[in-house]
Nanobody, 115 residues
Framework: QVQLVESGGGLVQAGGSLRLSCAAS????????MGWYRQAPGKQRELVAV???????NYADSVKGRFTISRDNAKNTVYLQMNSLKPEDTAVYYC?????????WGQGTQVTVSS
């Protein structure tokens, strides 16, 4: 059973930056499109960034131009660089496959952006 462990979240002021990491216990990233998701209180989980097997990326309109997803296959790690953070980016962030069936969800990492 592959495990996902997200880290790097924290409390930051609006306009600040954070870099999230998602480490997998197995070599899964190079064989699957991966995504970063987020879930704000009272809202459904949403997909915000995707990286394909070939390294192409795609972003939700709400984060386009501010977030960058990347991948290090040798380290079995996916990253999310988040710049120009806004209070509406406050959420728990998770990584997983882009498409179902999904791996078991990790615990996520909390990102809180203060105004």
């Amino acid at each position: 059973q592959v495990q996902l462990v997200e880290s790097g979240g924290g409390l930051v002021q609006a306009g600040g930056s954070l870099r999230l990491s998602c480490a997998a216990s197995g070599s899964i990233f190079r064989f699957n499109p991966m995504g970063w998701y987020r879930q704000a209180p009272g809202k459904q989980r949403e997909l915000v960034a995707v990286i394909t097997i070939g390294g192409s990326t795609n972003y939700a309109d709400s984060v386009k131009g501010r977030f960058t997803i990347s991948r290090d296959n040798a380290k079995n790690t996916v990253y999310l660089q988040m710049n120009s953070l806004k209070p509406e980016d406050t959420a728990v962030y998770y990584c997983n496959y882009k498409n179902s069936p999904y791996l078991a969800w990790g615990q996520g990492t909390q990102v809180t952006v203060s105004s």
